[in-house]
């Protein structure tokens, strides 16, 4: 790090219309800088963002974090407005910025939310010496490998659970509001502090292991070794944890797949591509069956913060508590030698290509936006609605010219021209009527569903917001 740059935390977390990140939005955004020893620096970040009127949300979202669309509107900044004060308050030089489960959510959130607004999607999380990290995983691995002194929850079935709120219940730590994003906030920065004080050397450990360099040290097919791995996607009885061994390179750079050893390789090595890729795939009715076999393989992507760590750290207590037999592990690793199933494995998870996306705001991954645009972006970020009005730059990538329509109607519509409101006009009402039958069918269902005064209140609520945004039919 650079001695100019004092490295700091920024807990965050977001409350979101939804699920999907390509249709959905974020509706509150807070976080809290902290020192890397949890101590806070300054007033924490608390934002509404202000729902645009192409959007119907996801009813049950509403009724998990109460915030109303109208809500959004009365209180909360525009997208535009927000990012700005996101790139002034939080995306500062030396961030680590942090959450828990981030990577596969609210960071999907953020960056589609930044593609949609003209920012680059990615550079927020490591340029001026930023990063990321993912506080899900370490929990698991610290439950996994160094549980003592911390109290761990468990379900009304006995199995293990790591929910935000019940760990902070069962060590009794504040938490006054789950599913408020600030409240989530603080009850993280509690359960970061928690693990810091009671297994110091873990938590440092998988602080510095969140860099990707440092992963692909570990994780790598060179010198392939058996290391420690904390995922969801192994199963909760073994707290998500095993021993796996990197055996081919993964469907895209930076990605590995790998073996989970604590599975005979011999079981899938006269297993045909077709049957590996349909294990790979199975529903999940298919996975319920007890006679379904679990495809032994994922992929690591050096880059999402996985929870990794040598097999060294394994001790008896460990082994025990996952139910890790290492001799059963050193038979599969020379198993796995024999089989020649690393390269099957790879055809297994090789990317055939991906349709573009259908829709312009779900585009963010077919491809990036060449340097020849980012001047164009610049100039729109910077603009405000009187300099939008007649600024029609010749872009070469074909998604931004739909973009800045949508730009221009969610953020700045006074600067719409007629033929531009039009055509605004046209897909806002093809978006809403396209959703409006399934919003409806869950409305409907929630209201015969429950008693609660506050969901019926939500409920209704949402109504209000559909008849408000949807166009009027001739």
Known sequence: MNARVTPTFFFYDLETSGLDPRRHRIMQFAGQRTTLDLEPIGEPVNILVSL??????????????????????????????????????????????????SVRFDDEFMRYLLYRNFYDPYE????DESSRWDLLDVVRMTRALRPDGIEWPVTDKGDATNRLELITAKNGLAHEKAHDALSDVYALIDVARLIKTKQ????????????????????NLDNPQPFVYASGRYPKEILHTTVAIPIANGSR????????????PEDWAKKSIEEMKAARFATREQRQDPAFMPLPVKELAHNKCPAIAPLGVLDSAAQERLKIDMATIQKH????????????MAEVFARDGFPKAKDVDAGLYDGFIGGGDKAHMSAIRAADAKALVDFN???????LPHLLLRYKGRNYPQSLSASERDAWEAYRGERIQKDLPGFISQIQHALSTTSNEEHHFLLQEL????????????
């Open 52 to 101: 645009a009127d192409d959007v119907l949300p996801d009813p049950q979202a509403i009724l998990v974090t109460g915030i109303t669309p109208q809500k959004t509107r009365e209180e909360g900044y525009s997208e535009a407005d927000f990012l700005k004060v996101l790139h002034e308050k939080v995306i500062t030089p030396g961030t680590i910025i942090t959450g828990f489960n």
């Open 124 to 127: 927020w999380q490591w340029k």
């Open 200 to 219: 110091p050397k873990l938590f440092e450990y998988l602080l510095n292991a969140r860099n990707k360099r440092t992963v692909a040290e570990l994780v």
């Open 253 to 264: 750079p930076g990605a590995v797949i790998v073996y989970d050893l604590r599975h005979n």
């Open 333 to 344: 690793l020379a198993a796995l030698r024999k089989t020649g199933l690393a390269d099957r």
């Open 393 to 399: 730059p010749k872009f070469l990538d074909e998604r």
């Open 463 to 474: 109504q209000l917001w559909a008849e408000s945004i949807t166009p009027a039919t001739e």
